[in-house]
């Protein structure tokens, strides 16, 4: 907390973002301004409702700090930048962004919050480092709506795929290191994202459709099509990085597209051993890049989801019940802050005492080990200690 201390003007609101990120580290069945408050130890939840709304301090800036202490915690020389969406479901038509649309959550249509997340990956860990909410066309175009909602007249419609980019670029530019991007389909599917990302000579493994149309030396194919004229010898048995039940192998194939941009464009296709289900990703790298790095980068991407899976579960990144612009990025931007924490102190952890069986802790095991040392139940009545027992 000392590190965004500097960012509240005022000592209470100091507190008050104290005892909310304690609140968000705690394990309430869940989390919003009333159980939080409760948490604390407030008659109401006022307090932490006028940190979310009214009360002098810049969210973006203390997200720049976060950016700071993940990358200076997690640095490491193979990062991967992520980039991914997630949706929240809402009720009703006046929390900002929502609307009916599209959510892997739900897994179809639905009234939905959708946000676009940038995660820090590499070998120790994994946090969101940036965050944008998605706000649809219906909205931008109803400036009386969005004013009601609190969102800045200067702001107007960007696709996913653009606010992707304004935060790999963010990060980028303040000197993140990150030889390599990775994201689903649409990203992927994008070119300007791929353009500016080979104008910055960064890598990246973007998956894209099936159907997406590719070039090569014998001519233009769709992916799924290529992959039919495959001999046995391209493919081979990779794999993808560690998973809840193992290492996860895959057979994997590298095909060389023709392009007259500088550097190295190729396309790779992933194939289920067990099933035969096909994934592609496109790729480009300034240098020649080896299969096996190409394949580690595209098991990368899962991280992101396992950051949103933890953040949700451990840390109430989709609990909020906000409805307006300025709520809602401090909201999250405290949510990600102390899911940084557990991520920072998990790798540590992991540094410090490895298990003999190769197994790392989890966020959940650290959640419950902070929780235990700094809320403990004494006759009844629960005692917050100072974060120097820590």
């Not at 104008?199 to 194919?221: E, P, W």
């Not at 001999?231 to 290492?247: C, D, F, M, V």
């Not at 396992?306 to 401090?330: A, I, M, N, P, Y």
């Not at 909201?331 to 005492?353: C, G, I, K």
Request: hydrophobic fraction near 40%; include cysteine; proline fraction near 4%.
């Amino acid at each position: 907390m000392g590190r965004i201390a500097g960012r509240f003007v005022r000592v209470e609101h100091r507190r008050r973002a104290r005892a909310f990120v304690l609140g968000l580290l705690s394990d309430l069945p869940r989390k919003n301004c009333w159980t939080l408050a409760e948490q604390a130890g407030n008659a109401n939840p006022y307090g932490l409702q006028h940190l979310l709304s009214r009360a002098k301090w810049d969210a973006d800036a203390v997200r720049d700090d976060i950016r700071g202490f993940v990358v200076e915690h997690l640095h490491h020389e193979d990062a991967v930048l992520v980039v991914d969406e997630t949706g929240d479901l809402k009720k009703g038509t006046g929390t900002v962004g929502v609307q009916r649309q599209s959510t892997g959550t739900a897994g179809r249509i639905e009234n939905s919050q959708v946000a676009v997340y940038l995660a820090y990956s590499t070998p120790l860990g994994h946090a969101a480092i940036d965050r944008e909410l998605y706000v649809p066309r219906s909205w931008t175009e109803d400036r009386a709506r969005c004013r009601a909602a609190g969102i800045p007249d200067s702001v107007a419609f960007a696709t996913k795929p653009a606010l992707a980019l304004r935060m790999i670029t963010r990060a980028l530019d303040v000197g993140v290191s990150a030889s390599w991007v990775a994201g689903d389909e649409v990203y992927g599917a994008n070119p300007h994202l791929r353009t500016a990302l080979e104008k910055r000579q960064v890598g990246y493994v973007l998956a894209v459709a099936r159907d997406h149309q590719i070039t090569t030396r014998a001519g233009s194919f769709r992916a799924d099509a290529l992959v039919r004229k495959l001999p046995r010898r391209a493919w081979q048995k990779l794999s993808a990085g560690a998973g809840a039940k193992g290492y996860r192998f895959y057979d994997w194939a590298l095909v060389d597209l023709t392009d007259d941009r500088p550097g190295h464009h190729q396309l790779l296709v992933r194939r289920n051993r067990r099933t035969g289900e096909l994934a592609f990703y496109r790729c480009y790298s300034a240098a020649p890049a080896p299969l096996p790095t190409l394949v580690c980068v595209a098991g990368r991407r899962w991280t992101v989801e396992e950051t949103f899976q933890s953040g949700k579960g451990l840390t109430g990144l989709d609990e909020h019940q906000v409805r307006r612009w300025t709520s809602w990025h401090r909201w999250v931007t405290l949510a990600m802050l102390a899911h940084a924490f557990l991520s920072v102190v998990r790798a540590d952890e992991n540094a410090r005492h490895p298990k003999p069986d190769g197994l790392m802790l989890t966020c959940n095991e650290i959640q419950r080990l902070f929780i235990a040392l700094v809320v403990r139940p004494v006759h009844g009545t629960v005692h917050r200690l100072d974060w120097s027992h820590w």
